[in-house]
């Protein structure tokens, strides 16, 4: 069935659905959508083999603080899910929410980032400065 929103969405087709399945979609290689649901026991398998340990700043995360909070354990992909990573054990790290965060897709060496050096600050609020500091070697 044809929805008469099916012309709203830019394509400029008529053909019926959402459109993920257009042919211009598919030959320019768009990725498909993956999903992020991840097991509570492969994220606990991941965290208890890297012994809570942030991969990249490499300080212990924090589990009595909130999953929100920057010092809370996160999974961290190293491949991007957007460029095919999977969410198996062996494709996961884990990171403090901020480390993650702030690395965003970036590659890691084998230093710790120079930014990442100290772990992440009290709260996100700090983020900009405390990145800022580090990255010129300012004083605290
Ligand atoms: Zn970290």
Do not use: F
């Not at 069935?1 to 709203?8: G, K, L, T, Y």
């Not at 403090?96 to 965060?101: D, I």
């Amino acid at each position: 069935m044809v929805s008469p929103r099916s012309r709203a969405n830019g394509c400029g087709t008529d053909a019926p659905g959402d459109h993920t399945d257009h042919p211009a979609l598919l030959r320019l290689g768009v990725p498909r959508r993956v999903g992020v649901k991840v097991s509570r026991a492969t994220r606990t398998a991941v965290y208890e083999r890297d012994d809570w340990t942030c991969h990249i700043c490499r300080l212990p995360t924090r589990t009595d603080r909130g999953t929100g909070d920057p010092w809370a354990p996160s999974l961290d992909h190293l491949t991007p899910r957007i460029r095919g990573g999977g969410n198996t054990v062996e494709e996961m790290r884990t990171a403090h929410n901020w480390c993650n965060t702030i690395r965003g897709t970036e590659p890691l060496g084998d230093e710790v980032p120079v930014w990442a050096v100290g772990g992440p600050p009290e709260s996100w609020k700090q983020s900009r400065a405390v990145v800022a500091e580090r990255m010129t070697g300012a004083a605290a």
